[in-house]
Nanobody
């Protein structure tokens, strides 16, 4: 059973930066995709970014391109989401999730999810 634990959420001012961590355990990390998703107030859950452990390719939502960076899974089985130039639209609960094979923006095909980390962008 794959387990994912997010950390690093919090309150940040507009224009600020924050880095989220996702620690992964309980399963092989070869041949999987690790995605970051978010769900804002009154919104559907959406993909933010994803990294494939197969070939290291990454994918970003248009709304975060150039502002967010997802890292490869490191030797501590952790991946990071570096967020900069944050604005109020980035306020959401951020989740990391895992699936076999390549990245996808379809939330319902990711079988493993973390508990989420709240990110609030406010002055």
């Amino acid at each position: 059973q794959v387990q994912l634990v997010e950390s690093g959420g919090g309150l940040v001012q507009p224009g600020g930066s924050l880095t989220l961590s996702c620690a992964i355990s309980g399963g092989p990390l070869e041949g999987v995709a690790i995605g970051w998703f978010r769900q804002g107030p009154g919104k559907e859950r959406e993909e933010v970014a994803c990294v494939s452990t197969i070939d290291g390719t990454t994918h970003y939502a248009e709304s975060v391109k150039g502002r967010f960076t997802i890292s490869r899974v490191d030797t501590n089985s952790t991946t990071y989401l570096q967020m900069s130039s944050l604005n109020t639209d980035d306020t959401a609960v951020y989740y990391c999730a895992a699936k076999a094979s390549y990245c996808s923006n379809l939330t319902n095909i990711y079988p493993w999810w973390g508990q989420g980390a709240q990110v609030t962008v406010s002055s």
